[in-house]
């Protein structure tokens, strides 16, 4: 990689980097943060490998490890080191925590009331459509107001 290419490649990462900053999670570069970080500051395996006192092929393994998500955290600390970066580490919501728990207690819901719904209209005491969805709305906010583990079930 030439020297422009490197600077590049620097500049590109910082761009992700800062985006994540935003809220927007960066896309892993193709071999793997590590190598990504190594190769845009224009360190070689050799140096990479000093640095965290391990052999250029041990280096190589670390990187093939991170790319292929086999890595330990522990391992991924010392190379974030290594290279001068921070490792973070956290869990991002797909969705608000709320509106998860929110689904997740319509689907519980749902089953209870479609249960007893089902029994009633073999009894022939079935209830209109927008009773149901208000019932399983009701259940829903019980689910919740509750704790109720059947929630993770």
Same mark, same amino acid.
């Given at each position: 990689?030439?020297?422009?290419?490197?600077?590049?490649?620097?500049?590109?990462?910082?761009?992700?980097?800062?985006?994540?900053?935003?809220?927007?999670? *960066?896309?892993? *570069?193709?071999?793997?943060?590590?190598?990504?970080?190594?190769?845009?500051?224009?360190?070689?395996?050799?140096?990479?490998?000093?640095?965290?006192?391990?052999?250029?092929?041990?280096? $190589?393994?670390?990187? $093939?490890?991170?790319?292929?998500?086999? #890595?330990?955290?522990?391992?991924?600390?010392?190379?974030?080191?290594?290279?001068?970066?921070?490792?973070?580490?956290?869990?991002? *919501?797909? $969705? *608000?925590?709320?509106? =998860?728990?929110?689904?997740?207690?319509?689907?519980?819901?749902?089953?209870?009331?479609?249960? =007893?719904? $089902?029994?009633?209209?073999?009894?022939?005491?079935?209830?209109? =459509?927008?009773?149901?969805?208000?019932? #399983?709305?009701?259940?829903?906010?019980?689910? #919740?107001?509750?704790?109720?583990?059947?929630?993770?079930?």
């Amino acid at each position: 990689m030439t020297a422009k290419q490197r600077r590049l490649r620097r500049q590109q990462l910082d761009a992700q980097l800062s985006a994540s900053a935003l809220g927007v999670t *960066p896309l892993r *570069p193709h071999g793997g943060w590590i190598q990504a970080v190594r190769e845009a500051l224009g360190m070689t395996l050799d140096a990479f490998g000093v640095r965290l006192g391990v052999s250029r092929q041990t280096v $190589h393994q670390l990187e $093939h490890a991170e790319a292929t998500d086999s #890595i330990t955290i522990k391992r991924l600390r010392a190379a974030a080191d290594a290279l001068e970066c921070e490792l973070v580490i956290f869990l991002r *919501p797909k $969705h *608000p925590l709320g509106e =998860t728990v929110h689904e997740r207690a319509r689907l519980v819901a749902r089953q209870l009331v479609m249960r =007893t719904s $089902h029994s009633m209209a073999m009894e022939e005491q079935s209830v209109s =459509t927008q009773r149901v969805e208000d019932l #399983i709305e009701e259940t829903a906010a019980e689910l #919740i107001n509750k704790n109720d583990s059947r929630i993770w079930q």
